[in-house]
């Protein structure tokens, strides 16, 4: 194989990784997760139960949900809330990301010279992403039908819990009475 020539790589001359691919617009895109792991150093601790508690709830500083205790129903709403936001945020990122690997890959020219060969390639690799993000929008949509199934299901005891909490109405004076 040749090196590309100065017209293949938009006219740059430099050593840039970028100028391998041609001039093509690909935006920055970073996603950061992370994960913290303690490691106790006597014997063989598993990574279970080796998250310290954070005030006594039981998740970490850096978890994208609240804790699962479901102790009441505002809990429940909380949880399938939060879960929706995450995973719709989650959806259009990682759509986004597949759409720029696409891009991206689609500006290497195929091995063997077939015409919208590196398109092909690029379609195959990102597909996988794209039915990630396909995935978080149903974990989005599921979360907010599982709120909706709990209030179906359970409408009875919400019911009977909300009209026992409404404030007991006093003596009302009535003006029209003089």
């Known amino acids: 194989m040749s090196t590309p020539t100065a017209a293949a790589t938009g006219g740059k001359n ?34 279970r139960g ?12 850096e978890a994208l ?4 205790e479901f102790t009441s129903p505002a809990d429940v709403r909380n949880y399938c809330n939060h ?5 719709v945020t989650l959806s259009f990122e990682v759509a986004m990301g597949a759409e720029i ?11 063997e010279g077939r015409i919208g060969g590196s398109k092909a390639r690029a379609w195959k690799v990102s597909r996988k992403l794209r039915k990630s993000a396909d995935a978080a929008a149903s974990a989005a949509k599921n979360a907010a039908a599982t709120y909706a199934a709990f209030q ?15 404030r007991p109405q006093g003596p009302r004076m009535d003006w029209a009475q003089q």
Do not use: C, W
């Open 65 to 68: 949900l609240p804790p699962p």
């Open 50 to 61: 080796s998250v310290p508690a954070q005030g006594g709830r039981g998740g970490h500083s």
């Open 152 to 166: 179906q299901a359970y409408e009875e005891e919400i019911n009977r819990v909300k009209h026992r909490a409404r």
């Open 83 to 87: 879960l929706r936001a995450v995973m």
């Open 14 to 47: 430099s050593k840039n990784d970028s100028a391998k691919f041609g001039a093509s617009f690909a935006p920055s895109f970073t996603l950061n997760l992370s994960q913290n792991k303690t490691n106790n150093s006597g014997g063989g601790g598993g990574s």
């Open 101 to 111: 690997l696409k891009g991206v890959l689609s500006t290497v020219p195929d091995p």
